[in-house]
Nanobody
Framework: QVQLVESGGGLVQAGGSLRLSCASA?????????MGWFRQAPGKEREFVAA????????YYGDSVKGRFTVSRDNAKKTVYLQMSSLKPEDTAIYYC???????????????WGPGTQVTVSS
């Protein structure tokens, strides 16, 4: 298990930007974990947003955020980031970061989860 804590959520107007951070308190080498971002809006299922391999060389995005969001990581700081631009009201959700052994698009690929951070985009 990896302890994860998200930060950076908040209220932003449509068209604006936010950067989420997810810090790890893992004793294991952070670069050995693939990291993912998911989100869940009220009344909806959890949705894949982005994922990044342990080295950072491979990234993956959900169709709804492709071209607007960028995932990155700093293994020395044990932190993964989600830069969100051109935000839309439909991006409003709780955003979760997750750690897993293998990078994937399913929540089942990730075994450790943070508590989440709220992102609200006003129109």
């Amino acid at each position: 298990q990896v302890q994860l804590v998200e930060s950076g959520g908040g209220l932003v107007q449509a068209g604006g930007s936010l950067r989420l951070s997810c810090a790890s308190a893992s004793g294991r080498t952070f670069s050995s974990y693939a990291m993912g971002w998911f989100r869940q809006a009220p009344g909806k299922e959890r949705e894949f947003v982005a994922a990044i391999s342990g080295s950072g060389s491979s990234t993956y995005y959900g169709d709804s955020v492709k071209g607007r969001f960028t995932v990155s990581r700093d293994n020395a700081k044990k932190t993964v980031y989600l830069q969100m631009s051109s935000l839309k009201p439909e991006d409003t959700a709780i955003y979760y970061c997750a750690a897993g052994r293998v990078v994937g698009r399913s929540s089942k690929d990730f075994g450790s989860w943070g508590p989440g951070t709220q992102v609200t985009v006003s129109s």
